[in-house]
Nanobody, 113 residues
Framework: QARLEEFGGGLVQAGGSLRLSCVAS????????MNWYRQAPGKERELLAS???????NYADFVKGRFTISRDNAKKTVYLEMNSLKPEDTAVYYC???????WGQGTQVTVSA
């Protein structure tokens, strides 16, 4: 059974950094493009970044230059390095294979002003 577990969220001051991890199981991880999303209270879930099987990354304009997505296929893990965090980055962050309908529980990121 497919499972996704996100880790690494927390409380950080504006300008700080966090590194999120998402560990996948039950899927052939190396064959999937992996995405990071976030959802803030009262807002729709939004796509932040994607990384292809071969490691090609794409980013939403509002995180480009601040966030970096990477993957380790041997560990079945996708990462999101977040720098220069802003209060508006506060949200629950999720990972998801692009073509599968599985979601993890998410990890809360809170950025204080």
């Amino acid at each position: 059974q497919a499972r996704l577990e996100e880790f690494g969220g927390g409380l950080v001051q504006a300008g700080g950094s966090l590194r999120l991890s998402c560990v996948a199981s039950g899927i052939r991880f190396e064959f999937h493009t992996m995405n990071w999303y976030r959802q803030a209270p009262g807002k729709e879930r939004e796509l932040l970044a994607s990384i292809s099987e071969g490691g090609h990354a794409n980013y939403a304009d509002f995180v480009k230059g601040r966030f970096t997505i990477s993957r380790d296929n041997a560990k079945k893990t996708v990462y999101l390095e977040m720098n220069s965090l802003k209060p508006e980055d506060t949200a629950v962050y999720y990972c998801k294979p692009s073509t599968l309908g599985y979601w993890g529980q998410g990890t809360q990121v809170t950025v204080s002003a």
